[in-house]
């Protein structure tokens, strides 16, 4: 495993549309294990392929149980609405107020190829979300209320110290 760089905002990889994996073999699963290894010493929840520079539909989701690995994902149903603070690893320090549904299902592809499908409420409904989006070069600045000021930033801090 190898820690992967991650791109940050004002990199035209993040505004592409990736391509499908049409192959499930090594070189695919090295990814993967890089990026899980990437997604951990940065501190996220959720890591898409193009953040590390590769333009596959590939993302990754931990938060807080375990990774799980999505390969070609699509949301086949939604509902519930959410209004949370996100950000991004992509844009460091920036955070906005964006809805989110409540309650996500999907269907995507293991590592191994095999068809899967996973449903998830709050967090990890929005990180579902959010990851799927960098799939489809989609950064969440372009879908939030607003941004957070720097105030509010510091301000969360002082909260979670």
């Known amino acids: 495993m190898a820690l992967r760089n991650i791109v940050t905002e004002g990199d035209?990889?993040?505004?592409?549309?990736?391509?499908?994996?049409?192959?499930?073999?090594?070189?695919?699963?090295?990814?993967?294990?890089?990026m899980a290894q990437t997604l951990h010493e940065s501190g996220g929840v959720?890591?898409?392929?193009?953040?590390?520079?590769?333009?596959?539909?590939?993302?990754?989701?931990?938060?807080?149980e375990g990774v799980t690995e999505f390969i070609n994902p699509v949301i086949i149903e939604s509902d519930?609405?959410?209004e949370v603070q996100e950000g991004c690893l992509s844009c460091p320090n920036e955070f906005g107020i964006i809805h989110r549904p409540m309650h996500v299902k999907a269907q995507f592809y293991d590592r191994n190829g095999n068809e899967q499908t996973i449903e998830g409420d709050g967090l990890f409904a929005q990180a579902m979300c959010h990851e799927f989006d960098h799939l489809?070069?989609?950064?969440?600045?372009?879908?939030?209320?607003?941004?957070?000021?720097?105030?509010?930033?510091?301000?969360?801090?002082?909260d979670d110290a």
């Open 12 to 34: 035209p990889i993040l505004l592409k549309k990736c391509r499908p994996v049409e192959k499930f073999d090594t070189r695919l699963h090295t990814l993967l294990d890089d």
């Open 136 to 158: 489809d070069g989609i950064l969440f600045k372009t879908k939030v209320e607003r941004m957070l000021t720097a105030e509010e930033l510091e301000e969360m801090q002082e």
């Open 80 to 82: 519930g609405d959410q």
């Open 46 to 64: 959720g890591l898409a392929a193009p953040q590390v520079g590769i333009l596959r539909r590939v993302c990754i989701i931990d938060v807080g």
